[in-house]
């Protein structure tokens, strides 16, 4: 979590909806939540971008869809200028490019706008807590779109060879889909451990997150 979480105990959230009464019901039914406040509202993409900016929010809900600046292009300048506020993508339906687009950019979570509010709260706590929230589906979709692209042209140096043996086990793990506790089993190791492993690899390799990872390493064939 951000330090601004840590500060307050509350988690500040930024929601960017060009549909008004969408953005206003969401930003409501979040305020009445205990330890969440959304402390700026915004109509589209560059004005998410200028709040994001003034503000720094912990979280971001970002539409995917905006006439004036679409969520994977903001995601990605908020990101350039804040690499830790964590964005979650809001969509009205899981369209595979919407996907692809908006994780590729960078956002740590995916949510359907039909999404309850129940599950709302909780991708902004996973997101203010470091972690991916990416529906089951919606992960497949990203990392089967990379694999039909093919892998990337290795660069000169690629940051891969920083990890330890350890963490390229970890690293192909993530790509398979697998959370910490079910990487924590296959290996044979205590969840903390996985954890930690995760954000070394995430640190090593300079990546927001895990599902960044899963795209890097699928892209260099390391499942």
Known sequence: ?????????????????????????LASLLNAQPGIEVVAQASGGRMGVRLADELQPDVVLMDVR?????????TREILDQHPSIRIVALTVVSDESDVAAVVEAGASGFLAKDTPIDGVVLAV??????????????????????RRDG?????????????????????????????????????????????????????????????????????????
Request: without cysteine.
């Open 151 to 223: 892998p990337e042209e290795e660069p000169e140096t690629d940051l891969v060879d920083e990890l330890s043996s350890r963490e390229l086990e970890v690293l192909r793990l993530i790509a398979r889909g697998m959370e910490n506790a079910e990487i924590a089993h296959e290996l044979g190791i205590s969840p903390r451990t996985a954890k930690n492993h995760v954000s070394n690899i995430l640190a090593k390799l300079g990546l927001p997150s895990r599902i960044q990872a899963a795209i890097y390493a699928v892209r260099r064939g390391l499942t």
């Open 1 to 25: 979590m951000t330090e601004a979480a840590w500060h307050d105990g509350s988690i500040r959230v930024l929601v960017v909806d060009d549909h008004d009464l969408f953005r206003a019901g």
């Open 125 to 146: 706590r996973a997101a203010a807590n470091g972690v991916a929230w990416l529906s089951p589906r919606a992960a497949e979709v990203v990392l089967g779109r990379v």
């Open 66 to 74: 905006m006439p004036d600046l679409e969520g994977p292009e903001a």
